[in-house]
Structures are given as structure tokens and as C-alpha cells.
């Protein structure tokens, strides 16, 4: 089992271009979970997915920021147009019912400039 | 809401010595789940012990133990015989049993392990 995994490890983009974040969960976890880390905000939800359906997306901080589970193998979290506070760590997790915790992926750091 | 508190921003440990770190927690709901995750500096996420509130009984994984006093909402980690590869970030979650699934995390605490 390769685990959860995160594409791009890194990635720079300047202020106003699209960033794409991607994810492939473990084969079999039916939850699927995006979260982002700051220094000031710490781990945030914020975006989860049942059987590839939405189910809490009362985290996404505003409507430049989209995420999709189009199947149980991929889920990506887009942010258009990126802005300087959208630097951080965006990490995926992913996980089924009944199992307690979560497997993460190793995150995505994102600078905008 | 559920609300996750760890109040040691850093801890030190000399190695082979026992740290506890504390995490308090606020809930209306019975059934839940507590864990502990760890951070390295490589930023992977890692889990490090669960606890479902329902076990009288305190988990352990090897070195690491917890204190669950459900009362109390408390949830401490203990490790014992630090070593060097324990210093990470430390943090402490909850999840409920049956309701939302996300996880809930505390701010975290710095580990510091000293040779």
C-alpha cells in the first residue's frame, strides 16, 4: 500500500494564477479529507467526501477555492485566482468508517508570491 | 462545536526520560474518538495512538500511553524512554462516533528531545 498520495510536494505560483492540488487516497477508504496547516490557524478542515460526494465544505475559506472527487481514486482542490494568504501546507487524508483514524498524506507546501 | 486544547506550546525531554503531554477537549456528545498524531519535520502526519471513548481502559502502543480521564475531557500522552526521534510537533484530535467525521485538531506541541 503505497498510502496517500499528494501531488505536488512543492509548488510556487504567483499571485492570480490557478493552483492545482491532487490526491489519491488508499484504495478501499470511502472518506476523503482536505485540510491546510498555518502557523496562525493551525490544521483546518477544509473539505470532506463520502463515496466521492461532498458531505461538509463549511471550511472552504471562499469561492476561489473548488474541490472534486470525480472517483474513489482521485480528488484534487483547486484555487483560482491564488492569493499571498493561500500559502500554506495542504495536506490529504483519507480513511473509512469505524477505523478511527485517518491516513494522511505528506502535504503539499504552497507559496504564492 | 467540539474544541481541541493543548496549553504546552513546547516541551523539552532528555533522552530515555518520560514527557507527558496534556490535551483537554470540549464535547456535548458521549461517543467519540481521541488520538494523537505527530509531525516531523519531514511534515508527514503520523498516527500515534487512539482511544475510543467508550474503553475504560487506557491505550498503549509501546512507548506511548495516554491518560483518558472522560470527565476530566482530558487526554494526555505519555511517552516513555524518549528518543531522539520522538521531537516533533505533537497534536491531539477528536472525531465524533456517528456524527461529523472530520477530525478536530488541538494547535499542537513542539517536542523537544534532548541528547
Known amino acids: 500500500d503505497a498510502g496517500v498520495i499528494q501531488s505536488p510536494r512543492h509548488e510556487v505560483t504567483e499571485m492570480g494564477q490557478e493552483v492545482t492540488l491532487r490526491c489519491k487516497p488508499i484504495?478501499?477508504?470511502?472518506?476523503l479529507f482536505w485540510y491546510r496547516q498555518t502557523m496562525m490557524r493551525g490544521l483546518e478542515l477544509l473539505i470532506y467526501?463520502?463515496?466521492?460526494?461532498?458531505?461538509?465544505d463549511s471550511g472552504m475559506p471562499e469561492d476561489r477555492f473548488s474541490a472534486k472527487m470525480p472517483n474513489a481514486s482521485f480528488s484534487n482542490l483547486k484555487i483560482q485566482p491564488s492569493e499571498p494568504r493561500d500559502s500554506a501546507v495542504y495536506f490529504c487524508?483519507?480513511?473509512?468508517?469505524?477505523?478511527?483514524?485517518?491516513?494522511f498524506g505528506s502535504g503539499t507546501r504552497l507559496t504564492v508570491v | 462545536a467540539q474544541t481541541v486544547t493543548q496549553s504546552q506550546p513546547e516541551m523539552s525531554v532528555q533522552e530515555a526520560e518520560t514527557v507527558t503531554l496534556s490535551c483537554t477537549y470540549d464535547?456535548?456528545?458521549?461517543?467519540?474518538?481521541l488520538f494523537w498524531y505527530k509531525q516531523p519535520p519531514s511534515r508527514q502526519m503520523i498516527l500515534v495512538i487512539r482511544q475510543e471513548a467508550y474503553k475504560q481502559q487506557n491505550a498503549t502502543e509501546n512507548r506511548f500511553s495516554v491518560n483518558f480521564q472522560k470527565a476530566a475531557k482530558s487526554f494526555s500522552l505519555k511517552i516513555s524512554d524518549s528518543q531522539l526521534g520522538d521531537a516533533a510537533m505533537y497534536f491531539c484530535a477528536y472525531r465524533s462516533w456517528g456524527g461529523s467525521e472530520k477530525l478536530v485538531f488541538g494547535k499542537g506541541t513542539k517536542l523537544t528531545v534532548n541528547p
Open positions: 467526501f463520502n463515496n466521492n460526494v461532498p458531505i461538509d
Open positions: 484504495s478501499g477508504h470511502d472518506y
Open positions: 487524508a483519507s480513511g473509512s468508517q469505524g477505523t478511527g483514524g485517518y491516513t
Open positions: 464535547t456535548s456528545e458521549s461517543d467519540y474518538y
